[in-house]
């Protein structure tokens, strides 16, 4: 089944202990990207990865990190997490935008949920 | 620049209702229009999407959308609501092809509450 992959689903830390939230696509798609969901904000975009080793930022950035050594992988990284990045996290992937019209549609995983204490 | 605006937060409406859920844009230049649900305790889930052709967008479970170019919205409806439609819904917008990012920008979403 094509499918995103988010792990964990759920996760309570605490202020400063860094943490990795994975994502895996079986789609060979090219594109992945990370976004956050807060209430009334609807989903604003974090990073994005066009390719292998191809990474750049999106709207809010600031307190994230990610690698693309795979393509398949695209794991979001919080080095010291604090309270505002309390948060409902979601990874998408789709083929290369421009390759088609229909390139520009998003697979998304699950969710994980994050809460910073 | 885009953005994204969804008029209502919250629509409460009776089962076999009908619902519109209205989502205006504002963009410099022509872009892909898309809805997608969020049913409780899940990821998102694509409901339709207008990318060129006729304005009148036809998705799952019954959902059909309206691009209108000069009004600059992308409303949502569907003629008799279930139980099962309850759930949150995301107006989003994405700029031409090969524009970086493929970024998705989305409105703030409007629940849908489905009363028996």
Known sequence: ?117 | AQSVTQLDSQVPVFEEAPVELRCNYSSSVSVYLFWYVQYPNQGLQLLLKYLSGSTLVKGINGFEAEFNKSQTSFHLRKPSVHISDTAEYFCAVSGPPKAAGNKLTFGGGTRVLVKP
């Open chain 1, 1 to 117: 089944e094509a499918q995103v992959t988010q792990n964990p689903r759920y996760l309570i830390t605490v202020t400063g202990k860094k943490l990795t939230v994975t994502c895996s696509q079986n789609m060979n798609h090219e594109y992945m990207s990370w976004y956050r969901q807060d209430p009334g904000l609807g989903l604003r975009q974090i990073y994005y990865s066009m390719n292998v080793e191809v990474t750049d930022k999106g709207d809010v950035p600031e307190g994230y990190k990610v690698s693309r050594k795979e393509k398949r992988n695209f794991p979001l990284i919080l080095e010291s997490p604090s309270p505002n990045q309390t948060s409902l996290y979601f990874c998408a992937s789709s083929l290369l935008p421009g390759t088609y019209s229909g390139a520009n549609v998003l697979t998304f995983g699950a969710g994980s949920r994050l809460t910073v204490l």
